[in-house]
């Protein structure tokens, strides 16, 4: 049986909690709305990039970028995107557990941005090549740095392909965990399945008839195919910031009512203890008289 | 059979309509795009993009980018599309100004990336002018 004291002790600790999660919850919220905003309004941009470009790599002649054939090694290069702070629910944890049932087959090499996920494949003994640190909010310029380097390493030819694990954000409280492949260009699904595959499919049909390319098809690819997984990369970045940001924004709203919820007990036993002893003492003081009498 | 023209950039979906013609600027030059134009993909450089509909015309100033027609379709990703109604010309002056102050600073050192940038910038910059001077000269 708790004391009265322990008891005020523990509701004193709940309510220092329950105020540290509500400070971060306003927080993770103002940021939330900008990363959300963020990512809705550069998603239809990636989309397009991304729906042209595959319909471009359908009609167009084999080999002409490498960016549409395959590697010939066998490794592949996965980039996850994680978070770099935690208490931001199961985030984190999904997005790894999806990398883990994912079965990529062959050798498989790891570049990451984020501590957590740098830490969370250190943990399952993966073999990490690099790290990239990106600030919040993200800069474009930090993402250029990562899609040069993911795009050097693809140009040795020791990878098949590039696949990047991220968390693709729906809505506030739902964030899927993806694995897409970037390299070579590939149907790529940001923020959810919004009738992409259907727009496509009636792009393709429309884009039968051969392009014709200005200056020619080799420029044109030259300088549009990095711009485009640059972009892209970018735009995977904002879906997991805003994924983030809300996971976070949940997962402190939760804890807040959990400890609101917690101090109403709490104070409600200390009551009850309270009460108890008052009727003890009173019962006792009225018994001592009437012995006295 | 119209011509539907769509113009995005990586911040929002700047223009979605249909039209009548296209002049952009690409990078062989000015390229006109009546509906049921032949397909072509090609690249976009800095400069004046006018837009005909029903006898009116809208100019924008926009950044590099790709553009890409079939017969139906035309659409344009860019890094930049500003209607010229909207274009401050005394803050891109300010940010010409800025752009051409960071690459001075950045010649001695060896950041090609950072150059690339803010040359990106200041041919953005350059087109914006541009547009707005030469609408007020009419």
Redesign the interface.
Known sequence: MPSTRDIRRRIKSVKNTAQITKAMQLVAAAKMKKAQDQAANGRHYAEMMNKILVALKESAEEGIHPYFAEGKGSKTLVLVIATDKGLCGALNTNLLKKLVNSKIEGEVEYVTIGRKASQGLARLRKKLIADFPVKDPAKFAEVRTVGKFIQDKFLTGEYKAVHIAFNNFINTVTQVPSIEQLLPVNPVTLGGKRGFDETSKEVNAAELPQYTFEPGAAVVFETVLPQYVNGTLYQMLLEARASEHSSRMVAMKNATDNAKQMLKDLSLEYNKLRQAAITNELLEITTAKMALE | MPLKL?I??????IFSDEVDTVVLP???GELGILPAH??????LQCGELRISKSGKTTEMAVGEG?V?V????A?I?TDMAIDVESIDEKAVEEALERARHSLESLKHGEHQ??VA?VMAMIQRSTAQLHVKRKRRTV
């Open positions: 769509e995005v950039t990586p911040e929002a979906r690409g990078v062989e032949a397909p072509l993909v090609t690249t790709l890409e079939t017969g139906a379709y659409r990703l990336e950072e940038a």
